[in-house]
């Protein structure tokens, strides 16, 4: 099956003209939501620092340092959880062993490094990977990449699973409809090992290899899913054998605070945050509306990771999730590349007449 080349010119007017006024009422209100989620997220720390609890990257920093001295993983980390007023129940809250490991193994500057190599790959590789899209797109995509993955220069990026993750998974998805998805699915396989929240990206990886009728793509993709899902079988029983009676338990996921919630995410983990909330509210949602109409295997992909990852956040997180948004770097903001395109098909949607049938293209 074919996937359309550009999806938002095919909407039906009244389809084109409820995501036009949906995308305006979101932006106007994203501007003013920034600003509530930003006190919400201000009143949140001072709430955890009271009941005793401290900053995330302190916790990680503090278990490197204890696996540095040469301490079993999960024993430094159920200590460290203990000691930082942490839950260590689900296995979730703890994390993988992997960034600790690999801090040991190479050092945290070795890992500032690679940051700032994933930084420089995925300038190159979406300007590679819009090669059919214009020279326009290809020069815009490139330098959002480079500005929204601008994160990776700050100084506690050893110490951030999600944004380390996200980097990995935006190469990934500007090489998942090229040559090179066999490297990409590597990385992704690695970034996910890294932070186990990323796994449904595989998982809408899977769909538009399945809709697009690549079988060989989908089993390989089964094939890594299965991987990793025996990855975690084995840190959840490695967590659970050091868990302890008086451990407190997360409070479970259940925030229900709104797609608001996402798009305050997406601006403190990016270059956003240095921008007047009237201009940083409607770039966050434009980046989304742009993503919808770039089409292909592409379009398809991202789309269904961003929007369906956004709506989880929007279901499941809490106001101190909010940074689970670092997978999104910097390839979500790639989407404002698109906007000028978006914004000319939902345009032909609405000219089009009742009865006429509009052109497809596939790619």
């Known amino acids: 099956m074919t996937l359309p080349e550009r999806p938002l010119s095919l909407l039906p007017r009244w389809a084109a003209l409820m995501l036009l006024v949906a995308t305006l009422v979101a932006c106007i209100g994203n501007a003013f939501a920034l600003e509530i989620r930003n006190t919400a997220h201000e009143a949140d720390i001072e709430q955890r620092l009271e009941r005793g609890e401290r900053v995330d990257m302190d916790l990680y920093r503090a278990i490197n340092a204890r696996v540095a001295a040469h301490e079993d993983y999960y024993r430094a980390a159920a200590a460290e959880h203990r000691e930082f007023a942490m839950p260590t129940s689900p296995f979730v809250t703890v994390r993988t062993p992997v960034l600790a490991w690999t801090s040991v193994l190479w050092s945290e500057d070795v890992w500032r490094m690679i940051a700032v190599f994933l930084w420089g790959a995925n300038t190159l590789a979406w300007f590679a990977a819009l090669s059919d899209r214009g020279r326009f797109s290809r020069f815009a995509a490139a330098g959002l990449a480079g500005i929204f993955g601008m994160v990776a220069f700050i100084d506690d990026i050893p110490f951030s699973h999600e944004i380390l993750a996200g980097m990995m998974l935006s190469l990934t998805l500007a090489l998942s409809a090229?040559?090179?998805?066999?490297?990409?699915?590597?990385?992704?396989?690695?970034?996910?090992?890294?932070?186990?929240?990323?796994?449904?990206?595989l998982f809408a990886w899977g769909a538009v290899a399945l809709v697009a009728g690549e079988r060989d793509k989908v089993?390989?993709?089964?094939?890594?899913l299965a991987l990793l899902g025996l990855g975690l079988a084995l840190h959840a029983a490695s967590v659970a054998a050091v868990r302890e009676s008086g451990d407190l338990v997360s409070p479970g996921w259940t925030g229900a605070?709104?797609?608001?919630?996402?798009?305050y995410g997406v601006h403190v983990t990016t270059l956003l945050q240095t921008l007047p909330v009237w201009l940083a509210g409607p770039l966050g949602v434009l980046a989304l509306l742009g993503w919808f109409a770039v089409g292909g295997r592409l379009g398809a992909?991202?789309?269904?990771?961003?929007a369906g990852f956004i709506a989880a956040v929007a279901i499941f997180a809490r106001q101190e999730n909010f940074y689970w948004m670092g997978l999104f770097v910097p390839a979500y903001g790639i989407g404002l590349a698109f906007v000028p395109r978006a914004l000319a098909d939902l345009a032909a949607a609405i000219r089009r007449q009742p009865s006429a049938s509009p052109m497809s293209a596939s790619r």
């Open 178 to 201: 090229g040559r090179l998805w066999v490297g990409g699915l590597v990385l992704a396989v690695f970034a996910i090992a890294l932070r186990e929240l990323a796994l449904p990206f």
């Open 219 to 224: 089993l390989v993709l089964v094939g890594a």
């Open 301 to 306: 992909f991202a789309s269904l990771w961003f």
């Open 257 to 263: 605070l709104g797609p608001a919630l996402a798009l």
